[in-house]
């Protein structure tokens, strides 16, 4: 089973608007990363938040992570056109530190011109 | 640098047919997974390395077959291709446990008639 479960599975904004996606996981983890991905295109990092930090934020970017609720969110403010992709967080859970990530179904982000 | 780099980027197979799907990275990276990822089930770890020699199976490792005998390389082997192997398979790689970022390729589109 997945660990991660993004909310909303689709979200469709105007350009200019801040866009919000939540992820929640069920057990403890080392860090928790977002990805997005470019329709047919392979999966880009970009931000990972460990378990002892509670907020980060990358440009345009603001991640949150409450580790007592097992969630975390992405904002992302401004939003161009160009921001119109999948969203992905994963998790790093594995047990001994493997490095391994399982990833949540994603959130569909549309940003209208 | 290339990065990840995968091939082919598309393969059509019959039922039964084997085939290797070749992953290779030129960072110098210790670890290397391989993800499947179909329409709304977001990306399910296959198998996944974590340096020359040692490999371990992920989510949905039946049917598939990986080996790591170098750092750069990291193939995927169909034995018998199902229908249900129709999917979209993703190689990414990243420096370690701690810095776990993943590196991914662009994809390759295999369908199994």
């Known amino acids: 089973s997945q660990q991660g479960e993004e909310d909303p599975q689709a979200l469709s904004i105007q350009e200019g608007e801040n866009a919000t996606m939540n992820c929640s996981y069920k057990?403890?983890?080392?860090?928790l990363q977002w990805y997005r991905q470019n329709s047919g295109r392979g999966l880009v990092h970009l931000i990972l938040i460990r378990s002892n930090e509670r907020e980060k934020h990358s440009g345009r970017l603001r991640v949150t992570l409450d580790t007592s609720k097992k969630s975390s969110s992405l904002l992302i403010t401004a939003s161009r056109a160009a921001d119109t992709a999948s969203y992905f967080c994963a998790t790093d859970y594995g047990s001994g530190n493997t490095g391994k990530l399982i990833f949540g179904q994603g959130t569909t982000l549309q940003v209208k011109p | 640098n290339a990065g990840v780099t995968q091939t082919p980027k598309f393969q059509v197979l019959k039922t039964g047919q084997s085939m290797t799907l070749q992953c290779a990275q030129d960072?110098?990276?210790?670890?290397m997974s391989w993800y499947r990822q179909d329409p709304g089930m977001g990306l399910r770890l296959i198998h996944y390395?974590?340096?020359?020699?040692?490999?371990d199976q992920g989510e949905v490792p039946n049917g598939y077959n990986v080996s790591r005998s170098t750092t750069e390389d990291f193939p995927l082997r169909l034995l018998s291709a199902a229908p249900s192997q129709t999917s979209v398979y993703f190689c990414a790689s990243s420096r370690g446990k701690t810095y776990n970022e993943q590196f991914f390729g662009p994809g390759t589109r295999l369908t199994v008639l």
């Open positions: 960072m110098n990276h210790e670890y």
């Open positions: 390395s974590v340096g020359a020699g040692i490999t």
């Open positions: 057990t403890s983890i080392n860090n």
